[in-house]
T-cell receptor
Framework: GEDVEQSLFLSVREGDSSVINCTYT??????LYWYKQEPGAGLQLLTY?????DMKQDQRLTVLLNKKDKHLSLRIADTQTGDSAIYFC??????????FGSGTKLNVKP | GAVVSQHPSWVICKSGTSVKIECRSL??????MFWYRQFPKQSLMLMAT?????????EQGVEKDKFLINHASLTLSTLTVTSAHPEDSSFYIC????????????FGEGSRLTVL
């Protein structure tokens, strides 16, 4: 499968911005996704970006895509304690298969 | 948004027994569902693609006789872990594709299997 990589941990203070980074290898990715997973739960789709876009903003979430460098990031503005979770980036290839990163555990300190 | 439900959420079984996990798409029809396995602090590993009315497609390294998948209807796929052993203990997550929503993938809540 394709490689999708993320850093494992990120710790921020409440109210700060969080930036979670992801790199991928498949240049033919059509869509890239960010999912949130809370303890013991399944994945919740947060947002996604089409591969011909550079940026997408959705309330507190901003997704940046650098297709040349195959780099995706998720910025969470005004991070809250309720944002503490594991965040997965994922890419969808031309065969509609999803490949997930290892997940970044976001810890928000009060 | 679309809802995908898994049952049971938690299951504990004895070694050697078989366990069935259900994945249902509650408000849409899903010709394709996916089964993932997640180890602690690791990403999701795609196990197999479940296709309604036909055989599942298994990823390399996944034993199809060990993990039986049945997709008998457009809203239900089942994963049966046969002759479970402690190393099969894991978090199993299903997802279903909603073609009416551009093929967006919706995930179930996951099922935690513990084999004693």
């Amino acid at each position: 499968g394709e490689d999708v990589e993320q850093s494992l941990f990120l710790s921020v203070r409440e109210g700060d911005s969080s930036v979670i980074n992801c790199t991928y290898t498949d240049s033919s990715s059509t869509y890239l996704y960010w999912y949130k997973q809370e303890p013991g739960a399944g994945l919740q789709l947060l947002t996604y970006i089409f591969s011909n876009m550079d940026m997408k903003q959705d309330q507190r979430l901003t997704v940046l895509l650098n297709k040349k460098d195959k780099h995706l990031s998720l910025r969470i503005a005004d991070t809250q304690t309720g944002d503490s979770a594991i965040y997965f980036c994922a890419e969808k290839d031309n065969f509609n298969k999803f490949y997930f990163g290892s997940g970044t555990k976001l810890n928000v300190k009060p | 948004g679309a809802v995908v439900s898994q049952h049971p959420s938690w299951v504990i079984c004895k070694s050697g027994t078989s366990v069935k996990i259900e994945c249902r798409s509650l408000d849409f029809q899903a010709t394709t569902m996916f089964w993932y396995r997640q180890f602690p602090k690791q990403s999701l590993m795609l196990m197999a693609t479940s296709n309604e009315g036909s055989k599942a497609t298994y990823e390399q390294g996944v034993e199809k006789d060990k993990f039986l998948i049945n997709h008998a209807s457009l809203t239900l796929s089942t994963l049966t872990v046969t002759s479970a052993h402690p190393e099969d203990s894991s978090f199993y997550i299903c997802s279903a594709r909603d073609l009416m929503r551009g093929g967006e993938l919706f995930f179930g809540e996951g099922s935690r299997l513990t084999v004693l």
